[in-house]
């Protein structure tokens, strides 16, 4: 139907593929950051590998303790005024690994003795080129624009990456359990398909994603796939800070997606989900919380994850799918083709 | 008119009142953050102040080389795995002081043995009784629930900070010039009001805010004032993540809020402005030079700066109130009550 369908479906195998050989490479690497005891990690992307970056915040400060920095690449590029990066574990994300502005970060990182690693689906570009030490996507060539396996892929290595530096036997195993759960993630297609060829979402031209802790970043993929495949003007939030202003945008018949998993995040989406009822928010909820689900408008918004023995530090890697398919049949049923959104290339190259 | 116009207006006179206050104490706090030699700034806040946090982290890394990381509460309050903040100068930033969230960060660092820092405007809050040294914003009360005057505090406060840390002339100097700057920017009201009486804005759902670098917060804030006044879906972004997916948006008839500085982000937004141009978005441009000014769909959308003497670094400072007065505006126009948005309140708590 679209290679964004074919990519979208692939995500089980491909993930499988990229843990199992990324596996040995990423315990060496581990074995060398921890050796080199950074201080800091810092991550360069942008866009789709921006939000995987974002997950790894998480990830890497709950399950290693190192503090995790987000670059803002102009102070490399534009202003040349780089912070000291020297004992800095410097991570650049980026699936064509072509972007110059990421590039740059690591460029300057490896001149002031940071550690430095590329993390991006061409083992050929200048991204890996720059970086002492490069991670394979290996999740194969992606062809629709909008990128989906090369972020689960991206997701997947940086969360194995976090399981070899911090020894965590539950990521572990938890990492070995997200085909599976991602196959099951695929049969929500056709709910998915149905609920996008309601009036409601098809017509919609701006919705809400809202997520907290670690699948706040879910929340801004989800949104940013809807951009990229439907041009709707999704507005990703944590819960939290939704609530610090945003909340004035809630009203009657706004579309709200809001995705989590079992564990501390949920007590406060269920209170949020309870306020945007009551504005009369429509809520399109994904997750594994009986909870959560029973908070969707109806029966036929709620979708359910098996997440069994995946925790909630995982399960981005899983309730991402649903979104992904969600914003493909979104853009087929208002008449555009997601695999060539309007304006937009493949590779992007920013300085 | 509104409480939020006086305070807006009064902004001239709080930054000026702000920053001579703020001096002794502050020189006196950089002189002990030098000493302590930090590795790090870790900073939490939310909402605007969130986008002062933004600005600083601009800031400091470029003048003091100290690489910032902006907190993600959720590790400390529903997940307890904050990170390792040992040798962090960690700095909580709220008007209010309230949000549990915020001091639960300050609370960490300070049981950690990071040096801590509060910048609020209630010195009698739970953050200032948290933290170690508070800076008071010395703003007056702050009487709108849309923050206008307690931003530019905080950003002249932060900016005071890294002057007194990089020991920066430049910076000082810059600063002094910032309340006469301000008042010429409020000179522009008439223009802003005229056109948030246009058609195209009043009837706007959705719009794009996009600057770079040190003005990036800038477009996160102007966002944020046209959702919290006005309900409009206001999209953020820096030139350079605009271009990797969200781009998509662009269309006929969208309005874009394009805001710069002369310095080494405008060639990026000019080009950003002609792409933006070539698809019919309609362009409302703040800033001081003139080709970004020649950018704007129509002369009444050009909103001239006078920055003598203020570099891009303090820019934001000024540029952010053309934003401010057309986000009051714009809602006055559509008939909201800007100092009372639906469903929020001046102080809120998130955990």
Not at 206 to 230: D, I, M, Q, W
């Amino acid at each position: 139907m679209t290679l964004m369908r074919d990519e979208i479906r692939e995500q089980p195998q491909a993930l499988e593929r990229a843990l199992k050989e990324g596996l040995p490479l990423i315990r060496n690497i581990a074995r060398r950051i921890n050796a080199f005891q950074p201080d800091l990690v810092f991550i360069a992307a942008r866009g789709t590998s921006d939000n995987a970056a974002t997950y790894a915040r998480y990830l890497f400060e709950a399950f290693t303790g190192l503090p995790v920095s987000l670059a803002a690449p102009s102070l490399f590029t534009l202003y040349h005024r780089p912070p000291n990066l020297k004992k800095a574990l410097v991570i650049g994300v980026s699936q064509s690994g072509g972007g110059e502005d990421i590039v740059a970060v690591i460029k300057e990182g490896r001149k002031q003795g940071a550690m430095t690693l590329a993390l991006t689906n061409n083992p050929e570009s200048a991204l890996a080129q720059a970086a002492a030490d490069v991670i394979p996507l290996n999740v194969g060539p992606e062809l629709s624009v909008a990128a989906t396996k090369t972020y689960t892929g991206e997701l997947g290595l940086l969360a194995l990456l976090a399981a070899e530096l911090s020894d965590d036997n539950g990521l572990r195993l938890g990492l070995e359990r997200l085909p599976s759960s991602i196959d099951k993630a695929l049969q929500l297609e056709d709910g998915l398909k149905h609920l996008a060829n309601q009036e409601l979402y098809k017509n919609a031209r701006h919705c809400l994603t809202l997520g907290r802790g670690y699948n706040f970043p879910t929340a801004l993929e989800v949104a940013l796939k809807l951009k990229e495949t439907s041009y709707i003007f999704a507005a990703p939030y944590s819960t939290a800070d939704f609530l610090h202003g945003p909340f004035a945008l809630a009203e009657q018949s706004l579309p709200a997606i809001l995705i989590g998993a079992n564990g501390p995040a949920i007590p406060g989406l269920l209170d949020l989900a309870k306020k945007l009822t009551a504005e009369g928010v429509e809520l399109l909820c994904i997750g594994d919380d009986d909870g959560l689900l029973k908070m969707a408008t109806s029966r036929e918004s709620a979708f359910r994850l098996d997440l069994s023995g995946i925790s909630e530090a995982l399960s981005p890697i899983v309730s991402v799918v649903p979104g992904q398919l969600f914003a493909m049949h979104l853009a087929l049923a208002r008449g555009f083709n997601p695999d060539k959104p309007r304006g937009l290339q493949k590779v992007t190259s920013t300085k």
